[in-house]
């Protein structure tokens, strides 16, 4: 219920301070005043009709950035009010603010279920995917930005070729010289090998761990921690052979490989599908000195 403000009746010391100056300025000057009264009641209306409608939503602080309109090349975050419902992701605001308040909003999304990792941002100053994260586990209001160590090509998005490049530089495709002898013949692997690769297998390519190492911030010729982690999960593959894995150990030891890694497990807390990125790192540096090492 909005309060309405009741309207200043004049006294008669109004009235005679009116007689003092000309009949003309002092109408003026009274409907100046009885328009800005009614300014100021229209404007408490609506603040206080917002503030009921707003009662029960999310604010959202998203980044804008657009290189190709003059007006919008300098960043600025701009605020939303989405209507919140239970289980609401991040995602689900962004998309919401999108449709109903700014067309222009740009950002990647696809599947909606943690698996394509396009919707990967920088979430109340910590890298997640807006599709896995609760508005209601976040305070408000909840800033949303593109991931940092990456240059943005409009709002939320960033230019993701040089963590591809990366990403191939492992090969992270399966080979192998000792396949069986019979094309019908299942190329097995043991219990104990799978568990050991299986974490590695579920990276979604989101490039979280790689916006949120500094080694990676600060040299750009890194594999990355979701390079190596990949890596890992092939070279550590029985199937693969001794060859094989010779060949990925020569890839990650190089001078911006494995050996860069300072060991800060920042990659491993952000990561959305909980790999341990750094225990890989770390195991792929003791297969490369076991490799290495000469006994006489």
């Given at each position: ?30 409907l ?6 009614r300014?100021?009641?229209e ?10 409608e ?7 602080k998203v980044f ?21 419902e239970?289980?609401m ?9 999108r ?10 999304h696809s ?17 997640r ?7 209601a586990d ?25 963590f591809f ?5 492992v ?13 019908l013949?299942?190329?097995r ?6 568990e ?28 990355g ?12 593959d ?11 150990l ?23 599908k909980?790999?341990?990125i ?19």
């Amino acid at each position: 219920m909005s309060t309405q403000v009741p309207e200043e009746r004049e006294t008669e010391a109004d009235v005679d301070a009116g007689h003092a100056e000309p009949q003309s300025a002092y109408q003026e000057r009274r409907l100046d005043e009885k328009t800005k009264r009614r300014e100021d009641r229209e404007r408490q209306t609506e603040e206080e009709e917002r503030a009921e409608e707003f009662e029960d939503a999310a604010h959202i602080k998203v980044f804008r950035y657009d290189p190709e309109v003059a007006e919008k090349q300098e960043p600025r975050f701009d605020d939303f009010h989405v209507p919140f419902e239970k289980g609401m992701t991040v995602l689900d605001a962004v998309m919401y603010a999108r449709d109903h308040y700014d067309s222009s909003l740009t950002f990647r999304h696809s599947c909606r279920q943690a698996i394509c990792g396009s919707d990967a941002f920088f979430i109340n100053g910590r890298q997640r995917l807006g599709c896995q994260t609760q508005i209601a586990d976040l305070d408000q209001p909840v800033r949303i930005e593109p991931l940092p160590h990456k240059e943005v090509v409009k709002d939320l998005v960033v230019d993701m070729e040089h963590f591809f490049d990366q990403m191939e530089a492992v090969e992270p495709y399966f080979q192998t010289n000792e396949a069986p002898d019979s094309d019908l013949e299942e190329q097995r692997q043991s219990r104990e090998n799978r568990e050991k690769i299986k974490m590695g297998t579920r990276c979604i390519w989101c490039a979280c761990c790689q916006s949120s190492c500094n080694i990676a911030a600060g040299d750009n010729e890194f594999l990355g921690p979701a390079a190596i982690s990949m890596a890992y999960r092939f070279a550590m593959d029985e199937r693969e052979g001794g060859d094989m894995k010779e060949h990925r150990l020569r890839i990650v030891e190089q001078e911006h490989g494995v050996w860069r890694c300072q060991t800060q497990f920042s990659c491993t807390n952000v990561c959305p599908k909980d790999i341990p990125i750094t225990e890989h790192i770390q195991g792929l540096k003791r297969e490369a000195v076991k490799k290495n090492l000469k006994f006489w």
